[in-house]
């Protein structure tokens, strides 16, 4: 029995140019042309595409667009070591402020070196899950985004009923222009639930070889891998 997650759009056309998709087929396309082994198969080394854990990750969840063209720069504050930004919608998106984000104060650390002002990413959806379900919001890891980073955070979306979702995060790039349709953010629903943490020392299992690799290729996803769906 699978649960539903429900993403709950605004705007109409966001929803119908630019909808949530399932992160499994928004994979970023250098991943997609990866082959599974370097040469030959069985012949050669397996590349990235063969590691299941990355696979799972890269899949997991949902995959948020971006909704509105930004124009984004860097904009120096007088007088201070801060940088600031300065962001440009089309005319026609006038639903949020060009300048909403957070001062450097509300989390003084530097980034990449730098003292800046955090710019919000804002998107027109509301995320519905069931009770006991929180969502985990992070940049897509595997797109390798380099103009900007969106800090990631877990979002009790089951108790929270807000109409958008604002997402900080930092410019990275001084200047460059975020597209509609670009992936902004991966969605990934998580169970709450409380854990207990436990220390052991076993020497023994340092010692410990199954052997799988020697004998069995892709041993991990035929022996241990369980499926995940996000549908």
Not at 46 to 52: G, Q, S, V
Not at 177 to 190: F, K, S, T, Y
Not at 214 to 224: E, H, M, Q, R, V
Request: charged letters at 25%; proline letters at 10%.
């Amino acid at each position: 029995m699978s649960n539903t997650i429900k993403f709950v759009c605004g705007e109409p056309s966001v929803a119908k140019h630019y909808p949530v998709v399932p992160a499994s087929q928004a994979k970023p396309d250098w991943y997609k042309k990866t082959r599974a082994w370097v040469g030959d198969p069985h012949q050669s080394y397996p590349t990235i595409k063969k590691c299941m854990p990355v696979g799972d990750l890269i899949s997991a969840g949902y995959m948020v667009p971006n909704p509105v063209e930004q124009e984004l720069s860097v904009a120096p504050r007088p007088d201070t070591e801060v940088t600031g930004f300065s962001r440009q919608y089309p005319q026609g998106w006038t639903i949020q402020d060009p300048q909403e984000g957070h001062d450097h104060t509300q989390c003084p650390v530097h980034v990449d070196g730098k003292k800046k002002d955090y710019i919000t990413f804002s998107v027109p959806w509301r995320i519905e899950t069931p009770p006991g379900y929180s969502c985990l919001i992070m940049s897509p890891f595997y797109h390798f985004e380099d103009r900007f980073r969106l800090f990631p955070a877990i979002i009790d979306t089951d108790t929270i009923d807000v109409p958008w979702n604002n997402w900080p995060g930092a410019m990275i790039k001084d200047n460059f222009v975020l597209q509609p349709g670009e992936p902004l953010a991966q969605v990934i629903p998580i169970k709450r639930e409380d854990w207990k943490m436990e220390l052991e020392v076993n020497e023994e299992g340092l010692k410990r070889d199954t052997g799988l690799k020697f004998f069995l290729t892709d041993g991990y996803a035929k022996l241990f891998h369980r499926k995940k769906k996000y549908r």
